[in-house]
Nanobody, 122 residues
Framework: QVQLVESGGGLVQAGDFLRLSCAAS????????MGWLRQAPGKGREVVAG????????YYVDSVKGRFTMSRNVAKNTVYLQMGSLKPEDTAVYYC???????????????WGQGTQVTVSS
């Protein structure tokens, strides 16, 4: 069973950078399509970024393209979300998610971490 533990959230100012980490256990990243999702207050959960288990295909929602970069370290079984030029509208709980042998980095995902809060002040 896959388990995911996120870290790295916090309170930052608009324009700042922040990096989220997600350590996976129970399965290797080479068999997991991994994603970062977020849920803002009063809104549904959206896929922000994803990496296919093969390591090549990636997905970014339009609102973060050019600002966020998702990467993975197979040796550490950890994925990252590097967030730059942060905006107040990026404020949300960010979740790491996994889909064993998932076909698409845009989802769906069936295993979730506990979430980490990111708050961007203006």
């Amino acid at each position: 069973q896959v388990q995911l533990v996120e870290s790295g959230g916090g309170l930052v100012q608009a324009g700042d950078f922040l990096r989220l980490s997600c350590a996976a256990s129970g399965s290797a990243l080479t068999s997991l399509t991994m994603g970062w999702l977020r849920q803002a207050p009063g809104k549904g959960r959206e896929v922000v970024a994803g990496i296919h288990w093969g390591g090549v295909n990636r997905y970014y929602v339009d609102s973060v393209k050019g600002r966020f970069t998702m990467s993975r370290n197979v040796a550490k079984n950890t994925v990252y979300l590097q967030m730059g030029s942060l905006k107040p509208e990026d404020t949300a709980v960010y979740y790491c998610a996994a889909a064993p042998w998932g076909d698409s980095p845009s989802g769906p995902y069936d295993t979730w971490g506990q979430g980490t809060q990111v708050t961007v002040s203006s």
